[in-house]
């Protein structure tokens, strides 16, 4: 049985805009991190209703955010994340995949 990836909204996000540990961006995404004691990597995604109108478009955002997360998840830190999908994202599916591996890529060199 795999343990659960996904922080509930309730418990984790408040703290983890508070005070990340690290955090780091490009134009279309910031992603938030912060230390847990759960022994595993956790993941929530913040897309704002305002932006993305339509909620087949940030579920599809979410589950891809979700997919690149589960192919990193053995190799990041254990640590809460949070990604936050900003206004400006736009392009490609594989624009999105790409700058994702780009920022997973910076929080595994960083705890190396």
Known sequence: MTPKRSIPSSEGFGEIFKKPDQKFSNKSILILSKANTYGVSRIGVAIRK??????VKRNSIKRKIKGSFNSKVL?????????LVKKSLTGS???LKKDLETIWQKFIDKNV
């Open 93 to 95: 599916d594989e624009k």
């Open 75 to 83: 190799e990041l830190p254990s640590s809460d994340y949070v990604v």
């Open 50 to 55: 305002k932006d993305f109108r339509l909620a």
